[in-house]
């Protein structure tokens, strides 16, 4: 069983639970590292027929934490574990062999490889905006590349926490994958043990936190952060097309979403129809046929009253600043319910701007050239996503060429993140390190070079010392020619 004390008079007892585990883990790491591509395959399938024996647990549990609709916990939970499990089944093999690599000339008679081998005993955190999906897609790297876990889940979602604890204590013994619940003191206790690895996913405040103290045991470390994500719509934009797609990108799962759009850039020109179309996408999309977004059972709530009015603050700052409410600024504080929101007339001194938000509310800022744009973004962190929305190349290679970000999609948002043969992962502030199908194999595991030489004279022998005046010839004919 996977069980840490949670009671107040069991807190002084988790460290020493922790450290247990983890030596356990530490203890059986070099009998997973032996394990084939068939019974690493084998352990994939196991905890994919897991999803889908208890899909409706995986529904209730989202839904309790923070009412996410059904069929979101399908699209956004389950469906991106199976689509990681399927793809690194069917490539594990390939990804284990090693990779042979050229020989320069002046290592004539050698041979060079690629060997994969697992890095140990790896933490993975979660956060809490995709609870299962951003705990177990990095554990099925882990799985792949032959490594043992501790998988520490949010406590901020604590139904879906407890489910990952009870499908981890089913399929897996804790000297392999392990869960350890708990809360910030939890997360303290596993970061002060010296890990091969640590995978985590949240905020750049938190990350530089986990740095930190991966740095004091020279941890490898993937960091999956955020930041502020632009989308920019240009004068060419198909601006009905757009709308739904930003809207989508927007304000599933109530905007908790770390690659979702951040602010809107749009040329001047389409702002008053793009700002029509985003409303009426929003009635569309979240409405429905309820009488209300409010009574939708296709919207999702804030996670909890903390960061409900955190986004309360973002709106009241922003209106006072000169800010205008376009569409939504409804707030039912009793359900942590806060409207898809538009805000125009946005400057770049508010709050809203100044800080990811994490939340259903989407500043709307206008250009009239596309430099104005790149200039911005470059003035500020580099975001994990950027979206364009244009039918002209130019415009599209000129913001590609003039910004940095750690994803890009055109004429789409999101979904570069589903695309399992692309890696997934940001760029200084927005993350460090690549997830997802192999490059999610390559972060867990340690690529070993290996050079194998024949036995006896070899050509590089002809440049030892000591060094004659022969010797030196060769050695000015080698630096020359080779």
């Known amino acids: 069983m996977n069980v840490l004390p949670t009671s107040i008079s069991e807190k002084s007892n988790f460290t020493d639970t922790l450290t247990k585990i983890f030596e356990k883990q530490r203890a059986h790491k070099d009998y997973i590292r032996q394990t084939t591509a068939s019974q690493r395959i084998e352990k994939l399938h196991r905890l994919k027929n897991w999803l889908f024996t208890n899909r409706v647990l995986i529904h209730e549990a989202l839904y309790d934490d923070f009412r996410k609709p059904a069929a979101e916990v399908d699209s956004t939970e389950i469906y991106p574990v199976k689509a990681e499990i399927d793809h690194t089944t069917a490539h594990l093999r390939q990804w284990m062999k090693p990779t042979k690599v050229a020989t320069p000339i002046a290592l004539l008679g050698s041979s060079s490889y690629i060997q994969y081998e697992p890095k140990g005993v790896s933490l993975i955190m979660a956060p809490w905006n995709f609870p299962f999906n951003l705990a177990i897609v990095p554990l099925v790297s882990a799985i792949a590349a032959g490594c043992c876990a501790i998988v520490k889940p949010s406590e901020m979602t604590p139904t879906t926490s407890a489910l990952i604890k009870k499908m981890i204590g089913e399929l897996f013994n804790e000297n392999e994958v392990a869960v350890a619940e708990g809360d910030a003191e939890v997360a303290q206790a596993l970061l002060r043990l ?239 390190g690549k997830a997802h199908g192999h490059y999610g194999f390559l972060d867990f595991s340690n690529q070993k070079a290996v050079l194998k030489q024949r036995t006896g004279f070899t050509s590089i022998k002809m440049i030892y010392p000591p060094y004659t005046d022969k010797v030196k010839r060769l050695v000015k004919l080698f630096v020359r020619w080779f």
């Open 194 to 432: 010296p890990f091969d690895h640590i995978f985590f996913t949240g905020s750049p405040q938190i990350g530089k936190i986990v740095m930190k103290a991966a740095a004091e045991n020279l941890t490898s470390v993937t960091l999956e952060l955020g930041g502020k994500s632009p989308v920019v719509v240009d004068q060419t934009a198909d601006i009905a097309d757009a709308a739904e797609k930003i809207v989508w990108g927007k304000f599933m799962n109530a905007g908790q979403i770390c690659v979702s759009p951040d602010y809107l850039f749009v040329h001047k020109s389409k702002e008053a129809e793009l700002v029509q179309a985003l409303k009426n996408a929003i009635q569309k999309l979240f409405a429905g046929n309820a009488s209300s977004i409010a009574n939708s059972p296709d919207y999702a709530r804030i996670v909890n009253a903390l960061h409900r009015k955190r986004l309360q603050n973002l709106i009241s700052d922003a209106v006072q600043k000169g800010a205008q409410v376009a569409a939504g600024g409804e707030i039912l504080e009793d359900e942590n319910y806060i409207a898809p929101t538009l805000l125009t007339r946005v400057n770049a001194y508010m709050q809203v701007m100044q800080e990811e938000i994490f939340g259903p509310v989407l500043p709307i800022l206008t250009f009239e050239e596309l430099e104005q744009v790149t200039n911005f973004i470059k003035l500020r962190d580099k975001p994990l996503a950027l979206y364009v929305f244009s039918q002209s190349n130019k415009n599209t290679d000129f913001i590609l060429n003039n910004t940095s970000s750690g994803g890009v999609c055109i004429n789409e948002c999101v979904l570069h993140y589903t695309n399992p043969h692309l890696p997934f992962g940001g760029v200084n502030t927005s993350g460090i």
